[in-house]
């Protein structure tokens, strides 16, 4: 079956604009996670979809990264006013619930603000 | 906090060499324990993983990991390396004894020589 998509794969935008990220999990996962990955910190946790519970948003950095995951499936998620400290890998993952310990992840989105 | 540490940053190996990577984790319990590798302009993909019982998983395309827990390490093994297996290998744990977070070590890229 498909795996985990994302979309855009690239995208370059310049500093100021907002940007979304598209992720669609695999069908039937309802668990869904973002991560990023750039030079300076490595692979970070940024936020946690279970359900219909409230997501875990503790690893978001700032109030300018939002997430919303719709009908429990596909969830975009937001930066605004990017800055050049937010270009990265942006990569989505999901795993069947919470009994699914395995999260399957997605190719990313390289993210690079002018 | 919780931590990963991966020690070494390059690797180097010729192929049909015995292979191991180092992981050393920091959580008072029994952690969730994983390793992923992420080839090039690919996703992350689970090699194999520790949640309970045997301390030595055997995973997938050859691999295993011994936890010893006596060390807080969880080092990812091969008896002998294909070209193909270059590329780069993150050492993770489940954020306070879960899987639903994961915390990444900062990886080791592994270069395979003919």
């Known amino acids: 079956g498909a795996g985990v998509s994302q979309s855009p794969s690239n995208k370059v935008t310049e500093k100021g604009k907002d940007v979304e990220l598209r992720c669609d999990p695999i069908s039937g996962h309802t668990a869904l996670y973002w991560y990023r990955q750039s030079l300076g910190q490595g692979l970070e946790f940024l936020i946690y979809?279970?359900?219909?519970?409230?997501?875990?948003k503790s690893g978001l950095p700032s109030d300018r990264f939002s997430a919303e995951r719709t009908g429990g499936s596909v969830s975009t998620l937001t930066i605004q006013r990017t800055q050049q400290e937010d270009s990265a890998v942006y990569l989505c993952?999901?795993?069947?619930?919470?009994?699914?310990?395995?999260?399957?992840f997605g190719p990313g989105t390289r993210l690079l603000v002018l | 906090a919780q931590s990963v540490t991966q020690p070494d940053i390059h690797i180097t190996v010729s192929e049909g060499a015995s292979l191991e990577l180092r992981c050393n984790y920091s959580?008072?319990?029994?952690?969730?324990l994983f390793w992923y590798v992420q080839s090039p302009g690919q996703g992350l993909q689970l090699l194999l993983k520790?949640?309970?019982?045997?301390?030595l998983v055997q995973g997938i395309k050859g691999f295993e990991a011994e936890f010893k827990r006596s060390q807080s390490s969880f080092n990812l093994r091969k008896p002998s390396v294909h070209w193909s297996d270059a590329a780069e290998y993150f050492c993770?744990?489940?954020?306070?004894?879960?899987?639903?977070?994961?915390?990444f070590g900062a990886g080791t890229r592994l270069a395979v020589h003919p």
């Open positions: 979809f279970q359900g219909n519970s409230a997501p875990d």
């Open positions: 993770a744990v489940g954020a306070l004894g879960g899987y639903n977070k994961l915390i």
């Open positions: 959580y008072g319990a029994t952690p969730y």
């Open positions: 520790y949640f309970s019982g045997d301390t």
């Open positions: 993952a999901s795993s069947l619930g919470p009994a699914g310990e395995t999260q399957y």
